[in-house]
């Protein structure tokens, strides 16, 4: 028995080395369907990722915000600035600061362009900018602070002028790694977004800092304020994403997967069925079927090993390039993902493999021959 199971090792190598272009061909397609179902899996998770960047990265350990509000860009609402005085006096509160967020349409002159607008207070170390390529965070009312890519793409560069609401407002700061699904956020002060919608006595939101964020948050809710945690905005982020992008991703998603592993299925059932003849020719020789269905497993298997090493080097040129051309759509790989993809196409693979040769179980060695003229 060890013997026989020895024997087979050589067999399944000269199938895989005696017709070398098929091989790179049959691996190739394998490498092609799995990169493709990586590459839609992991565009999905990038923009579950992007959609969350600012909630991330709030610094606050609770929000007060107007009633209803789910989303601080989708939901704007207006609160009384003396709240903020209100709310830092509340016991068990360390830091209070106003906030205001919303989307905006800049009028650039080489056209329009869409903008996640953050208006923060200076030196409350809540709810600024995090990272930046260079300059520095904003401070005057006329300052801005922009995403570095963005301002990239549109030619911007510090001590530059950008028009918010008809404001020439001065770039200070190229920020980095902030920006929303395909939309870049712009940091300013409060003080300037406030004279700029001539809205001094109102502000967006207040955020946060305790070191009991429970009692406070229950404290602040019986004073009749709304109060969400950072973890509560990243789930109606990640909600409000999905209704907006998760269908159209999901099914791009969905027909990558179906569409893989047919190709993953019919690479492993043809490279099977061509060797049909060789795999017959060794049972009239006197291959029992179980040692025909490991030989054309073994083989589908080094083939899925083959495609994934092929998967692996074309999803890292395709991650850069779509970087560099398309930087708004992140691809991101999980454990999760990685391993939902390999099940599959092992799965489809062994199914493959398998169905033909139990066809041999029915072959004599008289058929097998005739197959060959």
Request: hydrophobic share 50%.
């Given at each position: 028995?060890?013997?026989?199971?020895?024997?087979?090792?050589?067999?399944?190598?000269?199938?895989?080395?005696?017709?070398?272009?098929?091989?790179?061909?049959?691996?190739?397609?394998?490498?092609?369907?799995?990169?493709?179902?990586?590459?839609?899996?992991?565009?999905?998770?990038?923009?579950?990722?992007?959609?969350?960047?600012?909630?991330?990265?709030?610094?606050?350990?609770?929000?007060?915000?107007?009633?209803?509000?789910?989303?601080?860009?989708?939901?704007?609402?207006?609160?009384?600035?003396?709240?903020?005085?209100?709310?830092?006096?509340?016991?068990?509160?360390?830091?209070?600061?106003?906030?205001?967020?919303?989307?905006?349409?800049?009028?650039?002159?080489?056209?329009?362009?869409?903008?996640?607008?953050?208006?923060?207070?200076?030196?409350?170390?809540?709810?600024?900018?995090?990272?930046?390529?260079?300059?520095?965070?904003?401070?005057?009312?006329?300052?801005?602070?922009?995403?570095?890519?963005?301002?990239?793409?549109?030619?911007?560069?510090?001590?530059?002028?950008?028009?918010?609401?008809?404001?020439?407002?001065?770039?200070?700061?190229?920020?980095?790694?902030?920006?929303?699904?395909?939309?870049?956020?712009?940091?300013?002060?409060?003080?300037?977004?406030?004279?700029?919608?001539?809205?001094?006595?109102?502000?967006?939101?207040?955020?946060v800092t305790t070191a009991n964020p429970e009692a406070v948050a229950a404290q602040l809710r019986d004073e009749g304020y709304t109060v969400r945690t950072p973890?509560?905005?990243?789930?109606?982020?990640?909600?409000?994403?999905?209704?907006?992008?998760?269908?159209?991703?999901?099914?791009?998603?969905?027909?990558?997967?179906?569409?893989?592993?047919?190709?993953?299925?019919?690479?492993?059932?043809?490279?099977?069925?061509?060797?049909?003849?060789?795999?017959?020719?060794?049972?009239?020789?006197?291959?029992?079927?179980?040692?025909?269905?490991?030989?054309?497993?073994?083989?589908?298997?080094?083939?899925?090993?083959?495609?994934?090493?092929?998967?692996?080097?074309?999803?890292?040129?395709?991650?850069?390039?779509?970087?560099?051309?398309?930087?708004?759509?992140?691809?991101?790989?999980?454990?999760?993902?990685?391993?939902?993809?390999?099940?599959?196409?092992?799965?489809?693979?062994?199914?493959?493999?398998?169905?033909?040769?139990?066809?041999?179980?029915?072959?004599?060695?008289?058929?097998?021959?005739?197959?060959?003229?």
């Amino acid at each position: 028995m060890k013997a026989r199971v020895e024997a087979s090792v050589p067999v399944t190598r000269r199938f895989l080395t005696t017709r070398p272009v098929r091989t790179a061909a049959g691996a190739a397609g394998i490498g092609l369907a799995l990169m493709l179902m990586l590459l839609l899996a992991g565009l999905w998770v990038g923009v579950q990722d992007r959609v969350t960047t600012y909630d991330d990265h709030l610094g606050a350990d609770l929000v007060v915000v107007p009633a209803g509000t789910r989303n601080l860009f989708a939901d704007p609402g207006a609160l009384p600035a003396p709240a903020v005085d209100a709310i830092a006096q509340a016991p068990g509160v360390t830091r209070a600061a106003p906030l205001r967020t919303m989307y905006q349409i800049l009028e650039l002159p080489h056209g329009k362009a869409a903008v996640a607008a953050v208006a923060y207070e200076p030196g409350s170390g809540l709810g600024g900018p995090w990272a930046f390529t260079d300059g520095r965070a904003p401070e005057a009312p006329d300052e801005v602070a922009i995403d570095a890519l963005w301002a990239e793409q549109h030619d911007f560069a510090i001590g530059d002028r950008l028009p918010i609401l008809g404001h020439p407002m001065r770039v200070v700061g190229l920020t980095d790694d902030t920006a929303l699904f395909m939309t870049p956020l712009l940091f300013t002060t409060t003080a300037g977004m406030d004279q700029m919608l001539r809205a001094t006595g109102t502000t967006g939101a207040v955020l946060v800092t305790t070191a009991n964020p429970e009692a406070v948050a229950a404290q602040l809710r019986d004073e009749g304020y709304t109060v969400r945690t950072p973890a509560e905005l990243r789930e109606a982020s990640l909600r409000l994403a999905t209704d907006i992008y998760g269908s159209p991703v999901r099914l791009m998603v969905g027909v990558a997967f179906a569409a893989g592993t047919l190709i993953v299925a019919l690479v492993a059932y043809t490279r099977v069925t061509e060797q049909q003849r060789d795999l017959g020719v060794l049972k009239a020789l006197g291959a029992t079927p179980g040692r025909l269905r490991r030989i054309a497993v073994t083989e589908t298997v080094a083939l899925t090993v083959l495609g994934t090493l092929a998967a692996i080097v074309l999803l890292i040129i395709t991650r850069e390039l779509l970087t560099w051309w398309r930087p708004a759509f992140p691809v991101l790989l999980t454990p999760g993902t990685i391993a939902q993809t390999a099940a599959v196409a092992v799965t489809m693979a062994l199914l493959a493999a398998w169905l033909p040769a139990r066809r041999l179980n029915r072959l004599d060695a008289a058929s097998a021959f005739r197959s060959g003229r």
